[in-house]
């Protein structure tokens, strides 16, 4: 195996372009099930089908909530696509009598597919176009699936942090599962959330997370149907409760997104201090937030190593950093081949190396991994 330093400077893009989309059924063979799936994604022109602008992405899997289709995320698509992320909206238990666990699952299965089979098939549309870092996340419903895929997924080289709005419990309880979650988890709620009343469902979410960076963001005045687009079945379920909203859609979506996207940038795209103060001035703005929150990460942004990395060919990886960093690769049955350090760039080769998947990780001053499979 050949090792190439390269030392580059490395910023990630914004503002793409247009937003492509794709239908597509996967099928998860070790259940039997077929999960249908809208995925967005970065492009040229927009439309169905089309070719994805070429760059490597970073990947959310969105579930969406109870009897809501998945036409009432596209708020979220709209807001992150063009800042270089690929969306994907698994469209399965969308009747009356939803199984949770189940869908839980198949947001796993997605973030875990899309990032090693769909992204090494030559014949995808979307072929090389996954970074692997991969966040979940949810409305309502989806977002208790969110959690109880976290406790699912524990371990999981893709899942890197947890995003969600108005998180439900569900059965099994998303708040006990909680406890089993470790990954950086961001919950908003809505200050006069009627269907999922914070002391009832984000809160005792938030209380029970193991994760070592988790907050949660109350929006004052904010409901739950406006974290996302106009959907019948959500706005018929907040006839029957109050408080009414005291803000607007349009300024829920914003106030949200104000701190969604940067969170996201930091554990998906490497960014460092300026993403941090961009939160933390935002979320301190008490006129808008109420904020509780026990993260580590946010007080010392750059340990974060990674920027991106991509596949340019066959066996062969790069990968950008925002520093110096020290690597080590094994090989999948945990045996050591090199350790090392680099700075802002590094090439790995293993195009001369028997074909499988290798682990290469990166640690950050605290000896924290952060690991990356490798496919030959």
């Known amino acids: 195996m050949r090792l190439t330093i390269l030392f ?13 989309h794709l239908n597509k059924t996967f099928n998860d063979p070790a259940r039997s099930r077929d999960i249908e799936t809208d995925l967005y994604y970065p492009a040229a022109t927009a439309g169905d089908n089309v ?6 992405y970073p990947l959310l899997v969105w579930g969406h909530g109870f009897l809501m289709d998945v036409g009432a995320s ?11 992320y690929i969306v994907a909206l698994p469209k399965t238990e969308g009747g ?3 199984n949770h666990e189940e869908f839980a699952k198949d947001l796993l299965f997605l973030m875990d597919y899309l990032t090693e089979t769909e992204n090494t098939s030559t014949g995808s549309l979307l072929f090389e176009s996954f970074s692997g870092l991969v966040a979940i996340g949810g409305h309502s419903m989806g977002g208790g699936c969110s959690v109880l895929a976290g406790e699912l997924g524990a371990g999981n080289i893709h899942l890197k942090t947890i995003v969600n709005f108005g998180a439900a419990d569900t059965n099994p309880s998303s708040i006990d599962a909680a406890a089993g979650v470790t990954v950086p988890v961001l919950l908003f709620a809505g200050g006069n959330d009627c269907v999922t009343p914070i002391a009832e469902h984000q809160q005792p ?3 029970n997370l193991n994760s070592t960076c988790k907050a949660l963001v109350t929006l004052n005045g904010g409901s739950h149907c406006f974290f996302a687009d106009d959907n019948t079945a959500c706005s018929l379920g907040e006839l029957i409760c109050n408080p009414a909203a005291e803000i607007t859609r349009e300024e829920q979506h914003a106030r949200t997104f104000s701190i969604m996207k940067p969170w996201l940038d930091i554990y998906l795209k490497g960014a460092g201090a300026a993403a941090v103060t961009s939160i933390q001035q935002t979320w301190n703005n008490n006129a808008f937030y109420q904020t509780d929150n026990a993260c580590s990460t946010l007080s010392a942004p750059d340990l974060l190593p990674l920027a991106s990395w991509f596949r340019v060919g066959d066996g062969i990886y790069s990968f950008h950093s925002n520093g110096t960093y020290h690597y080590t690769l094994h090989q999948i049955t945990g045996a050591l081949l ?14 001369s190396n028997t074909p499988g998947v290798y682990l290469f990780a990166l640690y950050d001053v605290s000896g924290n991994p952060f690991t990356y499979k490798l496919i030959r």
């Open 338 to 351: 090199y350790s090392g350090s680099f700075t802002q760039s590094i090439q790995i080769d293993l195009s």
């Open 51 to 56: 070719p994805v602008t070429p760059g490597s």
């Open 8 to 20: 580059v400077f490395f910023s990630v893009a914004q503002a793409i372009g247009a937003i492509g």
């Open 74 to 84: 596209l708020n979220v698509v709209n807001a992150l696509v063009d800042d270089g």
């Open 205 to 207: 979410i938030f209380n």
């Open 96 to 98: 009356f009598l939803p």
